[in-house]
């Protein structure tokens, strides 16, 4: 665009012009109804206060666009302001008032992630995601920080525990699991031994391919995606078995996008499973915890997927432990700010959203935040210590392998003092990309 010449949607050939086509009745539909509700639940916004990053501009600059008073290089930085957590979604009017009888929900994450497509495609790139990115590519897992990643090493986790290869039913887990907090891996893997549940792992697991898919290099989530599937297929596995939300998300609504109706794999999140568990009476927990909690609901368990009982069920069922819970409603604005890329770029508001997230449990009175998303934990591990009173942070899994009696802590089990040992204040932070240089 030059002062002397509007912006031309089709200009830089077909794909704003498709991208535009695509997006522009969800954005006027949000546009026109200009209640603005998504705001005060959207965790960056609470931090920035930033109208530029409200999903409401999100969807004002797509009709921005149509009009030709955008091009994608003017409006891309927005969108890194942006967790996918989908608070915005249960928030919206939009979803409120037609989502129960015409099944509507407005798509602002799906806007998002088309939009980080369309700059990546347009070669407009964020500098820290495109240096994690080729680093991931070139490890075939996240570079999670501070330890080494690398493929020959994504089982090492599992040292001791004689788990087998293959099988029916896979365990896959996520590179922050694999490689750096690995005490809830072990803690999985020994809950399912004991509850008798039959499972191995996959012969080489690679990054499922979220990350690269929610910063917008939709090319290499589908690399990933494609050695992965043929991985379990290859193993005879029909039921996948996931740690983290994240990867939770990415195989029951990114993969089924690319492979459609040949894409046939049951997918289970650990907390849905243990519950069951624990409720056919397979798991027991004959270990009381002394221990004072709250949850963190996971922002793509429950505000994406539904998926917030089941945790509850686990820890009501501990011995010992005293819950003081938050209702998942009123959590739809709790955040780690550790999703979508947001701690690359932007790890500064990251660990303003997870201070804020922390100091809310402290003020419940309680001496432990559980989570079930092991990405969270790091962020929120690093506030949690530097509360005057420091606040643990526990993954749900760690939580239930002691109820159950089960040492899930192993080789490189690291905890101290509400904090993960090594990791110095923010240095070791998933959004510390000077650490890829």
């Not at 509700?37 to 999903?55: A, D, G, K, L, Y």
């Not at 920080?145 to 090492?156: F, I, K, T």
């Not at 027991?284 to 089941?310: M, W």
């Not at 201070?355 to 929120?380: I, Y």
Request: include cysteine.
């Amino acid at each position: 665009m030059t002062a002397d010449a509007p912006y031309d949607p089709t200009s830089d050939g077909e794909l704003q012009q498709e991208f535009v086509e695509q997006w522009r009745n969800a954005a006027y539909g949000c546009f026109s109804s200009g209640h603005k509700f998504c705001r005060e639940v959207c965790p960056v916004m609470q931090v920035t206060r930033n109208e530029n990053h409200t999903p409401t501009a999100f969807h004002a600059n797509v009709v921005a666009m149509e009009q030709g008073a955008y091009g994608i290089a003017d409006v891309a930085e927005d969108y890194v302001h942006c967790t996918q957590c989908g608070a915005c979604e249960l928030r919206c009017p939009n979803t409120l008032f037609t989502g129960d009888f015409y099944r509507n929900r407005t798509q602002t994450v799906k806007l998002v992630k088309a939009m980080r497509a369309l700059a990546v495609d347009s070669g407009v790139e964020q500098p820290h995601w495109k240096r994690w990115i080729e680093a991931t590519v070139d490890r075939r897992n996240e570079p999670v920080l501070e330890v080494p990643v690398e493929q020959e090493r994504v089982r090492d986790w599992a040292e001791g525990l004689d788990l087998a290869t293959g099988g029916e039913t896979v365990l896959f887990v996520d590179c922050e699991a694999a490689f750096f907090r690995t005490s809830v891996a072990r803690s999985t893997a020994q809950v399912l031994n004991a509850a008798g549940v039959e499972f191995g792992l996959m012969r080489e697991q690679w990054c499922c391919g979220g990350p690269a898919s929610e910063m917008g290099y939709t090319a290499h989530a589908r690399n990933f995606a494609e050695h992965n599937v043929a991985d379990w297929r290859a193993i005879g596995a029909r039921r996948i078995i996931t740690l983290d939300p994240h990867d939770y998300i990415t195989f029951t609504e990114d993969y089924p996008t690319y492979f459609g109706a040949a894409y046939d794999f049951e997918i289970l999140h650990i907390t849905e499973l243990v519950a069951d568990l624990v409720r056919d009476g397979k798991l027991t927990f004959t270990q009381p915890i002394e221990r004072v909690v709250t949850y963190h609901d996971p922002c793509r368990l429950n505000k994406r997927k539904g998926i917030h009982e089941s945790p509850r069920e686990i820890l009501r069922a501990i011995p010992g432990l005293t819950f003081k819970d938050v209702d998942h409603v009123t959590q739809w604005s709790y955040c780690s700010g550790a999703g979508a890329g947001l701690a690359i770029e932007k790890p500064e508001i990251t660990a303003e959203i997870s201070r804020r997230r922390v100091t809310q449990a402290a003020d419940l009175g309680v001496d432990a935040l559980v989570s079930a998303c092991v990405w969270s934990e790091r962020p929120l591990s690093e506030q949690g210590a530097k509360l005057e009173q420091p606040l643990d942070v526990i993954d749900l899994m760690e939580l239930v392998a002691q109820a159950a009696g089960v040492d899930g802590r192993g080789v490189t089990a690291v905890r101290s003092g509400g904090a993960v040992a090594g990791v110095r204040g923010g240095e070791a932070s998933r959004g510390a990309p000077e650490a890829l240089a």
